[in-house]
């Protein structure tokens, strides 16, 4: 047999050594739907408790709203649980089109394409438009899925430092010799929950002929005034050459993803991009759920304001509290601890004061960046808040850190 004793045992070694840095990354069984307060079994086995929820991509609260699930159960009866197929051989509904349209018209773009999550349009989108010729030039930190996206095409890669715009502009000086440039960012930091500049890469980018690229899954809903991410945010609608988002976060929590901005990018994505050519359609209930999302967002923008409050809200409770935190306008907000034991002892104690929040370090982050990223919802209120702003700090008390700055964190627990 090929998977012989001798293998499985170099993998449970493997496993071990993980556990043992103290960096093996747990699960919790949620019983409840996702909203700000759920319940959940951890360990698996032990008894099921109703927690405060500080890390859910669950902006907007619209994941269990009740108009987006009855929409889902009218997807569900009028068009099928799934399609069975890829788009360009049994796989579009007529509804697919209509989202893409709606899309289209949210994120003022020329057109859009709809993938099975925002992590495939990242897979897809660089191969099928850029070629040896081209160059990518992506700031340091941009998301995973970009990376793996950037890995598939067979165009030129550099970086710049994170959001340097002066270190931009001396690569793009130094590529004028490719026959095309993209510039590529997150719009919102996940991890970091900073904000790239957009009116100033927009503004590189037209002094030197290059295109744009923006993943906008952390912003698109409730960055900017009406929630069109973050090009609403600087002004610069209609001039981002491609937005790659997510259906799977503020736009309803579910799952899809797609490739929005000008046709001709759109029409090769269609024609090339392998997660979309090879990947099933997004569910029939997965796309009437979203066109009411887009209706509830395009009507008001309650959701989005109230977010921004308690993002406001909380940002400052946890600075006043001591607590080092990354600067931000986002609704992520980072509490930097620097030791991955100390992230995930900090969480462990959390949950057994019944706030939900997971410890993040390498390599998700960079190593000695370890942290416990919060994230705010809609669905959250003031008194909820101030109640888990106790909690936080009575953990903080425990571990002796609260007004501790980043050197003597990091004296106290190493990295």
């Known amino acids: 047999m090929a998977y012989s004793e001798q293998v499985r045992e170099a993998f449970r070694a493997e496993l071990e050594g993980i556990r043992e840095k103290g960096l093996y990354k747990e699960e919790r069984l949620i019983h409840s739907p996702q909203s700000a307060d759920i319940r959940v079994e951890y360990p698996e086995g032990a008894e099921v408790r109703e927690v405060i929820n500080l890390c859910s991509n669950n902006y907007l609260g619209l994941s269990s709203h009740p108009e987006v699930i009855r929409a889902a159960h009218e997807g569900l009866d009028a068009r099928g649980y799934g399609m069975s197929s890829v788009r360009f051989i049994c796989g579009t509904q007529d509804i697919h089109r209509k989202l893409e349209h709606a899309l289209s018209e949210f994120l003022d773009t020329e057109d859009t394409i709809l993938f099975p999550s925002c992590m495939d349009a990242n897979a897809g989108v660089f191969e099928a438009i850029l070629g040896p010729e081209d160059v990518m030039i992506s700031d340091r930190l941009v998301h995973a899925s970009i990376i793996d996206g950037i890995r598939l095409c067979k165009a030129m890669h550099d970086t710049y430092k994170h959001a340097n715009m002066k270190h931009l502009e001396q690569k793009l000086e130094e590529h004028q010799d490719k026959r095309l440039r993209m510039i590529i960012t997150d719009g919102v930091f996940s991890m970091d929950g900073d904000l790239a500049p957009l009116d100033e890469i927009v503004a590189l980018a037209q002094k030197y002929d290059a295109m744009v690229f923006v993943d906008d899954s952390h912003a698109s809903g409730f960055i900017g005034k009406t929630g069109r991410g973050t090009p609403e945010h600087f002004g610069v609608m209609g001039k981002i050459d ?35 050519l090879f990947s099933n359609s997004v569910a029939p209930p997965i796309i009437s759920a979203s066109l009411k999302v887009l209706e509830i967002l395009s009507a008001t923008t309650e959701r989005r304001d109230r977010l921004e409050e308690n993002a406001r809200f909380w940002r400052q409770g946890l600075s006043e509290a001591g607590f080092v935190i990354k600067a931000g306008d986002s609704p992520i ?22 706030i939900y929040v997971t410890g993040f370090f390498f390599p998700v982050v960079p190593a000695g960046q370890a942290r416990i990223r919060t994230q705010l919802s809609a669905d959250h209120d ?20 609260l007004g501790l700055d980043k050197k003597a964190i990091i004296a106290k627990f190493g990295l």
């Open 242 to 276: 491609i937005i790659t988002t997510t259906l799977g976060k503020g736009l309803g929590g579910a799952s899809g993803g797609c490739v929005a901005g000008r046709q001709e990018i759109v029409d090769l994505c269609r024609q090339r991009a392998r997660p979309y």
């Open 333 to 354: 907000v980072p509490i930097m601890l620097f030791n991955a034991k100390l992230a995930q002892d900090f969480a462990r104690d959390l949950y057994e004061q019944g």
């Open 382 to 401: 003031i008194p909820m808040l101030e109640s888990a702003l106790v909690k936080f700090k009575a953990i903080g008390d425990k571990h002796g850190i």
